[in-house]
């Protein structure tokens, strides 16, 4: 009953401020009010740029109220067709939470949004990652991995980009890619030679439990399983070999999706010696190994799983 209330109350507001702001247009300056009241709310724009399956998804989980009296907020919401599209383990996450990804803090215009920019979102302490790639066929921006298709809806409280993508992963509070890794948040796949590993080394567990940005490309209990015995022998006895092995997997300074990636690049790696991209039919590989799940967005960067781990070249052959 009360909300009922306040709703006729705003629409009465809204009313009064049009009528207002129309009559008065022209005698004193009101043309803010004028203005904003032109354009519509952000769930009206979705609704009419035939984004629906979004705006279903936030009537569902009320998150069109929420926005609706609060503002401005910037919405990246994708295409219906995207939603048929979505990952089997990104629908494990709660509907709620992941459209409250969707949702920025602030109204970013496209001509705002910078590399690497992290934007706060309605989910608590995650962020979205902006990300500009200069890629052969153009300029290329992403939010939390997903190509920004059409921009600068603007609604009056916010403003509306269009995303090729849903957000497909949702990051635990201060997630970072160490503790994503070894918390077993990441799908299918154990990391547990890794995360071992990784802590017994003071320089590769700062670099990836630092603020970022990096990418990590982690290789699976069954990639290190892979190796031959001498090898893991020798990682073992080796810390200084280990440390190198480790910083080879790892990208600092970068978040790389794979949308941003190019064939034949060149990914300069912690451990200074660059490792190839190549892009082919079959997928994703860089050096030896397949990316078999790609993009999973963590606090302080990016984590793709790998098959097999990478073993710097020069590096001891047995
Ligand atoms: C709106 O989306 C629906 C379902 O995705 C599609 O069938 C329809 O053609 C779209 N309409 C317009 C005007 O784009
Ligand atoms: C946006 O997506 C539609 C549908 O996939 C596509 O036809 C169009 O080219 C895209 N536009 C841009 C600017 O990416
Ligand atoms: C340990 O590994 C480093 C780096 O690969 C190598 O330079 C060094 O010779 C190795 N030490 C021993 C004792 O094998």
């Not at 992963?169 to 071992?196: C, D, H, M, Q, W």
């Amino acid at each position: 009953m009360r909300k009922v209330l306040r709703d006729m109350l705003s629409l009465y507001l809204t009313g009064a401020l049009l009528l207002l702001g129309n009559a008065a247009a022209g005698i004193v300056d009101h043309n803010v009010i004028v203005h904003r009241g032109d354009r519509m709310n952000l769930l009206d724009l979705a609704q009419s740029l035939n984004l629906t399956v979004f705006v279903e998804a936030m009537e569902k989980t009320h998150l069109d109220n929420t926005i609706d009296h609060e503002g401005p907020y910037t919405l990246f919401s994708p295409l219906n067709i995207a939603f048929e599209n979505i990952p089997d383990y990104t629908k494990e996450y709660s509907l709620g939470d992941l459209m409250k990804l969707h949702v920025a803090r602030g109204d970013y215009l496209e001509k705002e949004l910078k590399d690497e920019q992290l934007i706060r979102s309605l989910l608590s302490k995650r962020d979205v990652r902006i990300n500009i790639y200069k890629k052969k066929s153009g300029k290329l921006i992403t939010a939390n991995g997903q190509k920004l298709n059409e921009t600068d809806f603007d609604a009056h409280n916010g403003v509306l980009h269009i995303i090729d993508g849903v957000m497909n992963s949702i990051y635990a509070r201060e997630g970072t890619a160490l503790k994503e890794v070894s918390s077993g948040a990441l799908p299918y796949y154990s990391f547990n030679t890794l995360s071992r590993a990784v802590k017994s080394s003071d320089v590769v567990t700062s670099l990836l439990d630092g603020s970022g940005p990096l990418t990590l490309f982690a290789p699976s209990d069954k990639a290190f399983s892979r190796l031959p015995d001498s090898v893991n022998d020798y990682l073992l006895k080796n810390k200084t070999a280990l440390e190198y092995v480790l910083k080879y997997h790892a990208i600092s300074g970068r978040t790389w999706f794979t949308i941003g990636l190019e064939d034949n690049m060149n990914l300069q790696t912690a451990a200074t010696i660059p490792l190839t991209v190549s892009i082919k039919q079959d997928g994703v590989k860089v050096g030896d190994a397949k990316v078999v799940l790609p993009d999973f967005c963590v606090a302080n960067g990016v984590v793709h799983i790998i098959d097999n781990v990478l073993l710097p070249p020069g590096f001891p052959q047995f």
